[in-house]
């Protein structure tokens, strides 16, 4: 059974920093992505990213995909308090697609 | 999140009662997908179905919990006799199609509380 592994599982840091949160898998993956999930809210897709050593941006957030395609990071430059959240990885298995989550990264971004 | 509509979002259960958790899935979509988020954890996978047809029940509970996806109406994930520790979050989400490259789309979430 495939295991994602997230860290750190917590952090809190202040408007304005970097952070980098990772993910690591038990095997290689089949088609990583990457969630956001708000409180009361249902998780929202980021990024999905397929090919070894890839690259993905979106406004502020980096995505990086190891070349072995077992570990993923997420890279947030100047943080803001509406980053706050919780940053899931998934992969999407088998043939069916249904996803394995990692537990997840719980960001807090203090204004 | 629009498109995919749950309902009810708080569902209050005794245990020994039974809930029903819907699931309308986005226009044009024919999968849908149940997961379970327990507190400051990930979501696990509970089934897969097709428009009238169970296609993943791996992720199920062996007893009690059940799903359907009927030929008209919405997604159902039904749970018999409830115990505390069903209380959790039942998300659903909804894709044109399967497989492993295609988004998903989450609802909102119904929040099932046990007492």
């Known amino acids: 059974t495939q295991l994602l592994e997230q860290s750190p599982q917590f952090l809190s840091i202040q408007e304005g920093e970097n952070l980098t949160v990772y993910c690591n898998s038990s095997?290689?993956?089949?088609?990583l992505q990457w969630y956001r999930q708000e409180p009361g809210e249902g998780p929202v897709l980021l990024v999905t990213?397929?090919?070894?050593?890839e690259v993905k941006k979106l406004k502020r957030l980096t995505f990086q995909f190891g070349d072995a395609r077992k570990d993923s990071s997420l890279h947030i430059t100047a943080a803001q308090p509406g980053d706050t959240g919780l940053y899931l990885c998934?992969?999407?298995?088998?043939?069916?697609?249904?996803?394995?989550f990692g537990q997840g990264t719980t960001l807090q971004v203090k204004p | 999140n629009a498109g995919v509509m749950q309902n009810p979002r708080h569902l209050v259960r005794r245990r020994g009662q039974e809930a029903r958790l819907r699931c309308s899935p986005m226009?044009?979509?024919?999968?849908v997908y149940w997961y379970r988020q327990l507190p400051e954890e990930g979501l696990k996978f509970m089934v897969y179905?097709?428009?009238?047809?169970?296609?993943?029940e791996s992720g199920m509970p062996k007893e009690r919990f059940s799903a359907e996806f009927p030929k008209e109406g919405p997604s159902i994930l039904r749970i018999q006799q409830v115990v505390r520790g069903d209380s959790a979050a039942y998300f659903c989400?909804?894709?044109?199609?399967?497989?492993?490259?295609?988004?998903?789309?989450f609802g909102d979430g119904t929040r099932l509380s046990i007492l």
């Open positions: 990213v397929v090919t070894g050593g």
């Open positions: 095997s290689v993956f089949s088609s």
């Open positions: 989400a909804s894709s044109p199609s399967g497989g492993r490259v295609q988004p998903q789309h």
């Open positions: 179905l097709q428009k009238e047809n169970i296609i993943d």
């Open positions: 998934a992969d999407g298995s088998g043939n069916t697609g249904k996803l394995i």
């Open positions: 226009k044009g979509h024919s999968h």
